[in-house]
């Protein structure tokens, strides 16, 4: 008989907007995985999560040299009831593989991590194949610190998402460039910004990751 998930009351997670929910659930024997489901909630409002904050509990100390690593997935939606999987089993099906959002460690006991929902292209597949609420599952793992890479650091890919969409506008212009401006330079119309702007727009509409795909 497997021994029922135990409430654990060490870590903490906060969306900004909602509760603080303590009710993460201890998954194995070993107290180091734990699980907390957020349930009910839509794919746009998933959308516009674009940070959360994770914390130790007041009083609550991991053991030396440890920390907490914070990672998400999809297990289910309205149209996938079971919600028998848990973080770190293999326990029913799951629609994504965990993702790292971020640590914590005694040092450094609390942190406001951005989740990279609005730009996953996992994510917005997930969002886009259905009409209704999504689950997502936090697993935290409690980590040696020697194991643990850029502790605090966050799952941030402005930088990337920025690079792609700036690839894409030069490409687009690029395609209007008829070489009358000799070697270096690119000559558009005036207007070439806003049919980027305008095309960009349409496109994202149907694929909201689009520009992540296919591009150098």
């Known amino acids: 008989m497997n021994q029922a998930q135990q409430p654990s009351q060490v870590l903490g997670v906060l969306i900004p907007g909602g509760v603080v929910r303590t009710d993460f659930l201890q998954t194995d024997n070993s107290g180091t995985k734990f699980s907390l489901v957020l349930s009910g909630i839509s794919g746009a409002d998933i959308a516009s999560i674009s940070e959360l904050v994770f914390f130790l509990l007041p009083g609550v100390n991991l053991p030396t040299d440890h920390g907490a690593m914070l990672y998400w997935q999809i297990i289910s939606t309205t149209d996938q009831t079971s919600m028998d ?21 005694n040092d450094r006991p609390s942190g406001s991590f951005r989740t990279g929902w609005a730009t996953n292209e996992t994510l917005s597949t997930a ?16 980590e040696h610190i020697s194991s643990i890479k850029n ?26 460039d008829d070489g009358s401006g000799g070697g270096g330079n690119i000559v558009v119309p005036k207007n070439v910004f806003d049919r980027w702007l305008s095309r960009f727009e349409a496109k994202a509409r149907v694929d909201p990751n689009f520009f992540m795909k296919d591009q150098s």
């Open 127 to 142: 969002i886009n194949s259905i009409s209704s609420s999504i689950t997502i599952n936090l697993g935290v793992s409690i």
């Open 85 to 105: 999987s848990t973080p770190f089993s293999d326990q029913g099906p799951t629609m994504t593989e965990f993702e790292l959002v971020g640590a914590i460690t």
């Open 151 to 176: 502790i605090g650091a966050i799952k941030d890919n402005t930088t990337h998402v920025a690079k792609k969409i700036a690839v894409n506008l030069f490409n687009f212009m690029s395609s209007f």
